[in-house]
């Protein structure tokens, strides 16, 4: 029981510094990852202490934490915001990745003397960024939506293709004709896996009345959780799996969609803090010494060249500007992902893996500080900075099921085309009306004069079979204000 208690005293002090480290790490600009990575440091063997010293526990955790990250990451994406990155994003995620463990592995074949088949994993480990990193940096600069898109799209995705990649080239399996088509078998399973799972789930969550509120965030991360086990059981990619189900989740009429975002959020961070926190007390700052040169040149090779080259090549086909592809690739940051890959072949007993995981651990703190700390810098130099951007209004359900009806909450966004409409104007379908305005902390009943303004949190009510039409109707005025069915925006 002493321990017991030890152990969570010890878990509630390092999330509770966690937390109030975010806000350090926002103000700097740098990812939050650092201060976990550090923390992790300082109870480890050269702290205060605990020795933490496996391998395969580490990269099951890892991967778990992954799975919680992917997760939100999926819940939180907004399909109207990414939608016309997609393509790019499929192509970062996956013909630049191809590329980039092609360039890595033959500059560190020539440069380090690497093995072919030792380079060639060192460069699918390094091929993911990681959407945590990236995300705590972009957050605020104001850059273009489709920049941000493809960074969240390739980010979301690109877990895939480099854990089937590292998984290949750490075991004893033969690598001929048939691997390309494994992988892509692998990819598309996971995908259409994803989209069975998410649409299933969010069928049944619209139908089934919960007794308690709390239950629909925890239903939703199940659904989005099984999804990854039916995928690695299905010899799927499970990862991508997880990451479609929760876009599908995120992007469906969901119950409560509020408080799940929220729930999922929080676990995010949870896992975040966790996993990062556990890389740290895995690392041992003695071995990081001897892996100082080759993490750099690693680090040096990936971000001067492979980086660069495999952004370059995958948006060719979208005529992508030169100005964005540079952003592009300065913002394909590294974080956990790369370590938790590390792990795996070390948990195999490959030749070669200590070196490697000790020289991603040094090549993730580097890139970090080095592309975390100039973002800003490089978006204003390259005029991608354009101050605040307009965000999709948010529509949170509540079903009232005895009375066979429906509650909307929706918050008027900064820049939505809501702001200045009367209420006359916003013309919602038969069965639904807005029954109460909040405006600066104080709720009233409006009237037909009454003038949406933005922050303005609004409560409809409507029936269930209008739903639908409401839904679409207050996002077409948010997107085109109140000519919007004049010019063509149904709010689909």
């Known amino acids: 029981m002493n321990g017991l208690t030890l152990a969570l005293g010890i878990g509630a002090a390092v999330v509770l510094v966690a937390v109030l480290a975010v806000r350090l790490s926002v103000r700097l600009g740098l990812p939050s990852l650092l201060v976990y990575l550090g923390i992790g440091v300082a109870i480890g063997e050269a702290g205060l202490g605990i ?12 991967l778990a934490a992954l799975v919680l990250i992917l997760t939100e990451g999926g819940l939180t994406t907004r399909w109207p915001d990414v939608k016309s990155s997609l393509g790019i994003g499929v192509a970062l995620s996956t013909v630049a990745v191809a590329v980039s463990v092609g360039v890595t592995a ?34 605020g600069l104001g850059v273009n939506k489709r920049v941000v898109g493809s960074l969240e799209i390739e980010s979301g995705l690109n877990d895939a293709p480099s854990y089937i990649a590292v998984v290949l080239l750490s075991t004893s399996v033969t690598i001929d004709w048939v691997s390309p088509l494994l992988v892509v078998y692998e990819l598309v399973a996971g995908a259409v896996i994803g989209l069975g799972l998410g649409w299933l789930g969010a069928l049944a969550l619209r139908r089934v009345a919960l007794p308690a509120t709390g239950l629909y965030p ?22 991508l799996a997880t990451y479609v189900a929760g876009l599908v989740l995120g992007n469906s009429r969901l119950p409560h969609r509020g ?58 086909p979208f005529r992508v500007p030169w100005r964005e592809q540079v952003f592009l690739s300065w913002a394909g940051l590294r974080g956990a992902v790369p370590i938790v890959l590390a792990m795996i072949p070390l948990s195999e007993d490959m030749p070669g893996a200590r070196q490697l995981v000790d020289a991603v651990f040094v090549l993730v703190i580097v890139l970090t500080l080095v592309q975390g700390s100039t973002l800003p810098l490089v978006a204003r130099v390259l005029g991608l900075t354009k101050g605040a951007q307009s965000t999709q209004v948010e529509v949170d359900a509540a079903p009232l099921d005895e009375l066979g009806a429906e509650l909307l909450q929706v918050k008027i966004p ?54 639908s039409a409401t839904e679409r109707r207050i996002r077409a005025v948010d997107r085109a204000g109140r000519y919007a069915r004049w010019r063509g925006e149904h709010g689909d």
């Open 51 to 62: 020795r933490f010293d496996n391998p395969e526990l580490t990269q099951a955790l890892g």
């Open 106 to 139: 033959a500059c560190l074949h020539f440069i380090l003397g690497l093995d072919w088949k030792v380079a060639a994993l060192w460069g699918a480990v390094l091929a993911s960024t990681d959407a945590a990193a990236v995300f705590s940096v972009l957050r």
């Open 218 to 239: 925890l239903a939703t991360v199940a659904v989005c959780v099984a999804a990854f086990s039916t995928g690695q059981l299905a010899h799927a990619s499970g990862l």
């Open 259 to 316: 408080d799940t975002v929220s729930f999922a959020e929080g676990l995010g961070w949870l896992s975040q803090i966790g996993l990062f926190v556990l890389l740290g007390l895995f690392a041992s700052p003695s071995r990081l010494l001897d892996a100082i040169v080759p993490g750099l040149v690693a680090g040096a090779v990936l971000l001067l060249l492979a980086r660069p080259l495999s952004v370059f090549l995958a948006a060719q």
């Open 414 to 467: 900064k820049g939505s085309q809501l702001h200045g409409i009367y209420l006359t104007e916003l013309r919602l379908p038969p069965g639904a009306t807005v029954s109460l305005v909040t405006r600066g902390g104080e709720a009233f009943t409006p009237e037909a004069t009454t003038r949406l303004q933005t922050n303005d949190q609004i409560l409809v009510v409507t029936t269930q079979q209008a739903r």
